[in-house]
């Protein structure tokens, strides 16, 4: 860190293992994203009041680059494992890892985008036996049930009908899991 990590106790004076646990978990922090500029750390005794009764309270800011924040600042859950030092400090440190792996992955640009579901056309459609197949893009056919096919719409499936799907191995080949029927928005 750029400027030494500030660590606050309120209330209390903590044992030298859970200054170390602290400062494991700084270390930790700084391991897994090492251009954290500053780190305030608070803990504060428990209250006596009525909501927040024997909890610890524990409030983590980190500052990264170009002025982007992790924070984890709120009061515990009614929860008695909160009464716990050792389990309110490491709660807190998790939460903040996982803040602090969102954010980072946002500065890299490494947001998940969801792949896009392949689209077919409606090939067949056997009612009677409950059954279809599907043409895909490189005509690939794809057989799906009528137990695959979301929101109850297999009676509107007709041939020429486009789809998306998601495709699994079957017994007898490709098989369609998941069926659904391009709306209006959905044509591509």
């Not at 929860?79 to 400090?89: H, K, M, T």
Request: net charge negative; hydrophobic share 35%.
């Amino acid at each position: 860190m750029q400027i030494p990590a500030q660590i606050d106790f309120q209330g209390f004076e903590p044992t030298e293992q859970q200054r170390a646990l602290i400062d494991r978990k700084l270390s930790g922090l700084e391991e897994f994203f090492d251009r954290i500029t500053a780190c305030r750390f608070v803990m504060k005794a428990p209250r006596q009041h009525h909501r927040t009764s024997g909890q610890y309270e524990v409030n983590i800011h980190l500052v990264l680059p170009d002025g982007h924040e992790v924070a984890v600042e709120r009061t515990p859950p009614e929860d008695e494992r909160f009464a716990d030092p050792e389990f309110a400090i490491n709660d807190a440190f998790s939460r903040v890892r996982r803040r602090l792996q969102d954010e980072v992955r946002r500065l890299r640009g490494d947001v998940k985008a969801h792949e896009p579901q392949p689209i077919a056309t409606v090939r067949r459609v056997q009612p009677e036996e409950d059954y279809g197949f599907l043409e895909t893009g490189d005509g690939r056919e794809i057989y799906f049930h009528r137990n695959s096919v979301l929101d109850d719409a297999f009676a509107q499936l007709k041939p020429g009908v486009r789809v998306t799907f998601v495709e699994e191995a079957g017994e007898k080949g490709a098989q369609a899991s998941t069926v659904r029927i391009l709306g209006k928005h959905g044509l591509r």
